[in-house]
């Protein structure tokens, strides 16, 4: 049988400790409700869904404990708001009282506005994505952002025709974008 030195029983239950200790210490991240409508109506809605919430997931959840919530867009819409972005930072916030959130994130994919573009030798089509913008600090009652990203994005082919769907997704790559510099430059900063 082997014999159990001293020492190192002494120093596991040291290393148990503090590994305990830092587990209850430890800061738990702070929340940020997401709260997306999309309203551009199109038979490619799922496809725009993941582009914004992906990039939304991805550059939030190192960070934050990210909750989709789908609560405020009816609590909104039983007050008589229909719209998000006309929504007031008082009504979202007031709307998810009930729920312990550090930020509040609104967006909204509006219709896609859409041009047909035809040369001498081309045929293509241009793509605006409108897409209002609002982070809210809630603890301390103010926005950190609060705007409207509008991209536009266009293609062409001189056989056959371009699909809206690719033109509409690379128009919302450019408003992640944003989205992304506002994360950054707002929302990591202020935490």
């Known amino acids: 049988m082997r014999k159990t030195n001293p020492i190192r029983i002494l120093f596991l239950m040291l290393v148990l400790v503090c590994a305990m200790t830092s587990l209850a210490t430890a800061s738990p991240l702070p929340r940020v409700a997401v709260v997306y409508t999309n309203n551009a109506n199109t038979t490619y809605d799922a496809e725009l869904d993941d582009c914004v919430l992906n990039n939304l997931?991805?550059?939030?959840?190192?960070?934050?404990?990210?909750?989709?919530?789908?609560?405020?867009?009816?609590?909104?819409?039983?007050?008589?708001?229909?719209?998000?972005?006309?929504?007031?930072?008082?009504?979202?916030?007031?709307?998810?009282?009930?729920?312990?959130?550090?930020?509040?994130?609104?967006?909204?994919?509006?219709?896609?506005?859409?041009?047909?573009?035809?040369?001498?030798?081309?045929?293509?089509?241009?793509?605006?994505?409108?897409?209002?913008f609002k982070v809210i600090d809630v603890k301390n009652d103010k926005y950190l952002y609060n705007g409207k990203f509008v991209e536009k994005q266009s293609d062409s082919t001189w056989i056959g025709t371009v699909g809206n769907k690719s033109v509409a997704i690379e128009a919302l790559q450019k408003v992640n974008k944003g989205i992304n510099k506002v994360i950054r430059e707002k929302m990591l900063t202020a935490k």
């Not at 909104?76 to 312990?100: F, Q």
């Not at 994919?109 to 040369?119: A, G, V």
């Open 57 to 132: 997931k991805q550059n939030l959840s190192s960070h934050f404990e990210v909750v989709k919530n789908e609560t405020v867009v009816k609590k909104l819409a039983d007050t008589g708001l229909t719209d998000l972005s006309m929504a007031e930072r008082r009504d979202i916030v007031d709307a998810l009282s009930d729920e312990a959130f550090d930020y509040v994130i609104c967006l909204s994919i509006e219709p896609f506005q859409r041009k047909e573009k035809f040369t001498f030798f081309t045929q293509g089509i241009e793509m605006i994505a409108t897409v209002p």
